[in-house]
C-alpha cells in the first residue's frame, strides 16, 4: 500500500479508482483499458500540477515521507564491498549512525551517515534516526579514520536532530557534536555529504561539515524542525507551515542562498516513487564533485573547507 499525504489526497483517489477497475478486469474479464488510460493520465498531470508548487511545509512532509529511501538503501545501492564499523570505543555502539569502508565506483571511501529506519522495529533500533553522544563520537572516529588512510568521507544525512534525552546531555551531547564538526572540517580528506530528507539542527551539521553540501529536491535542512520554531515563536505548533515558509529550509532557498553547492532533482512524486532513479542520480553527482576534489591535497581541502563555513552569512545575504 502505498502511503500519501494530505496534500495528496486528490491524487490518492484516482489512483485508488484505477486500482478497483484493474480489479474489476482481473475477476470478470471486462477491457477497461481505455478508462483506466484516462485515468492514469488525469493523476500524472495532477501529481505534476501538485508538485511544481509544493510549499515549503508539504516539502517537509515529502522529506520525512515513510516510504523515502533512507541511509542503509543509498549505502546499499551505492557503495561495493561495504564493511561496517561499530562503537565509538568509549561507551557504545549507536545504530542511529551507521558508517563503515567500502567502494564507491572502485574509489576506496570512509561512508557515514544517520538511519532512521523503515518499520516500527527498525525505527526504535535506530532511534529514529536521533542519535546520542556515542552515535557522533563515532562519526568522529570514522572521519579521523578516514584521514589517516586517505580515505575521501561520503555522508547521508536523514535526522530531525540530536536526540534531547536527559542521558544524552548527561554523557556530552553538545561536546559530542561539536567535537565530530571539527573533525569534518579537519579532515585531510575530500568530504561531500547529501541531505538526503530531513537535515535538523546540529544533529545533521555534525556529519555535513563537509568541501561540497548536496540536497535532494525535496530534501529539507534547518537549524529547528518547523514544528520546534513554531512552538518557540508562536507557542503553537499549528504555525508550522508559517514557520517553514521563514526558516527558508527547501534545497531552492539554500541553493540560492550558497549554503549548499547542488541539488538533485528527484522524480515525480518524490524520491519514495522511484528510490532506483533517486539513488542513480546522486551517486553521479557525487562522483562529478569527487573528481576535482581528490585532485588537492589536505591542507588545500582544510584551508578551503574552512573558508566556505566562514564565508556563510558574510555579506548578509541571509
Not at 561499530?86 to 564507491?104: I, L, S, T
Not at 588512510?149 to 556530552?172: C, H, K, N, Q, Y
Request: proline content about 4%; overall charge negative; aromatic content about 6%.
Amino acid at each position: 500500500m502505498r502511503h500519501f499525504l494530505d496534500f495528496e489526497k486528490p491524487i490518492a483517489e484516482l489512483e485508488g479508482k484505477i486500482e478497483e477497475l484493474r480489479r474489476t478486469t482481473d475477476a470478470g474479464g471486462i477491457d477497461v483499458a481505455d478508462e483506466v488510460g484516462r485515468l492514469r493520465d488525469k493523476a500524472q498531470a495532477l501529481l505534476k500540477a501538485t508538485y511544481a508548487k509544493l510549499s515549503p511545509w508539504q516539502k517537509a512532509q515529502v522529506a520525512r515521507h515513510p516510504d523515502r529511501p533512507h541511509c542503509s538503501d543509498f549505502i546499499a545501492a551505492l557503495i561495493e564491498d561495504y564493511t561496517p564499523l561499530a562503537g565509538d570505543r568509549a561507551f557504545a555502539d549507536d545504530a542511529a549512525v551507521m558508517g563503515g569502508m567500502g567502494r564507491f565506483r572502485g574509489r576506496a571511501v570512509m561512508v557515514l551517515g544517520t538511519e532512521r529506519g523503515h518499520d516500527t522495529d527498525s525505527r526504535v533500533k535506530h532511534n529514529f534516526g536521533m542519535a546520542r553522544p556515542e552515535g557522533y563520537r563515532k562519526a568522529r572516529r570514522l572521519m579521523e579514520l578516514a584521514g589517516r588512510f586517505g580515505l575521501p568521507i561520503l555522508s547521508f544525512v536523514d535526522t530531525a536532530g540530536a536526540f534531547p534525552g536527559i542521558e544524552a546531555e548527561a554523557r556530552g551531547q553538545a561536546e559530542a557534536i561539536a567535537r565530530s564538526i571539527e573533525a569534518g572540517l579537519d579532515a585531510p580528506v575530500p568530504f561531500i555529504a547529501t541531505i538526503i530528507g530531513e537535515g535538523g539542527s546540529g544533529g545533521a551539521i555534525a556529519l555535513a561539515a563537509a568541501d561540497r553540501i548536496i540536497m535532494l529536491e525535496h530534501a529539507i535542512y534547518s537549524v529547528i524542525s518547523p514544528e520546534g520554531c513554531a512552538s518557540i515563536l508562536w507557542r503553537d505548533a499549528a504555525q508550522a507551515s508559517t514557520a517553514a515558509e521563514a526558516l527558508k529550509l527547501t534545497a531552492e532557498d539554500l541553493r540560492r542562498l550558497n549554503l549548499v553547492d547542488a541539488m538533485v532533482p528527484e522524480p515525480l512524486g518524490g524520491a519514495h516513487r522511484d528510490a532506483a532513479a533517486t539513488i542513480g542520480a546522486l551517486g553521479d553527482k557525487i562522483a562529478e564533485l569527487l573528481a576535482p576534489l581528490v585532485e588537492l591535497d589536505g591542507a588545500t581541502l582544510r584551508a578551503r573547507r574552512r573558508e566556505k563555513f566562514l564565508e556563510m552569512g558574510r555579506h548578509g545575504s541571509l
